[in-house]
């Protein structure tokens, strides 16, 4: 089983849409989460972290459920300038900044 | 100008060779690291640097060795290239925090 799993897409949606990204991890004892965004051919950037009680920045908001092991990332009123790949990114050693564990990211369009 | 640079942008090169791609930053972060992106593998660590003494290896470590030359450079090596390290390479910066920034990438292809 991969360390961080995501669905690949991609997504294709209209702008103003509603849509969220699912993300699992494996390692029970992770205690970091963050969503990066990657655009086509460019650097990963970070988007956001992620906190056990849920966090809001402007349209995206993210999840976390530990018992599940589950992280979502969700996108409202969707921009065409939204669309990119979006990596979900785990601590790999819990308590550390050593190391970061990428998924191979969510691929989202936003159509005109 | 950007934070994190990496030398070259792009580079086709045959097999055997021995290929050198270059980061520096300017951000003033003691920690380092090197990423290849592969498609539907995501990114995977080969080396991190957290001083100019301190070297570890990653996940994918083989076939790769790495150099920080100073605070704000860290190099790495192909020793001898092969096909199946074509990739998208990215080096990363951090401080003590979690956040990672990360230079715009070397497009390595090994013919």
């Known amino acids: 089983r991969k360390e961080v799993e995501q669905d690949p897409g991609p997504f294709n949606v209209p702008e103003g849409a509603t849509v969220a990204f699912n993300c699992t991890y494996s390692?029970?004892?992770?205690?970091?989460f963050f969503w990066y965004r990657q655009d086509c051919r460019k650097e990963p950037k970070l988007l956001m972290s992620v906190y056990s009680s849920g966090n809001e920045d402007g349209r995206f908001t993210a999840q976390l459920n530990r018992a599940s092991q589950y992280i979502s990332l969700l996108i409202r009123d969707s921009k065409l300038s939204d669309s990119a790949t979006y990596l979900c990114?785990?601590?790999?050693?819990?308590?550390?900044?050593?190391?970061?564990?990428f998924g191979s990211g969510t691929q989202l369009t936003v159509l005109p | 100008d950007a934070d994190v640079t990496q030398t070259p942008r792009n580079r086709i090169t045959k097999t055997g060779k021995r290929i050198m791609l270059e980061c520096s930053q300017t951000?003033?972060?003691?920690?380092m690291y090197w990423y290849r992106q592969d498609p539907g593998l995501g990114l995977r660590l080969i080396y991190y640097?957290?001083?100019?003494?301190?070297?570890n290896k990653g996940e994918i470590s083989d076939g790769y060795s790495v150099s920080r030359q100073a605070q704000a450079k860290f190099s790495l090596s192909l020793e001898s290239a092969i096909p199946n390290q074509t990739a998208l390479y990215f080096c990363?910066?951090?401080?003590?925090?979690?956040?990672?920034?990360f230079g715009p990438g070397t497009r390595l292809t090994v013919t």
């Open positions: 390692n029970s004892a992770s205690q970091s």
């Open positions: 990363a910066t951090s401080d003590l925090g979690y956040e990672q920034y």
């Open positions: 951000k003033g972060h003691d920690r």
């Open positions: 990114v785990v601590n790999k050693l819990p308590g550390s900044a050593r190391q970061l564990t």
């Open positions: 640097s957290f001083d100019v003494k301190d070297i």
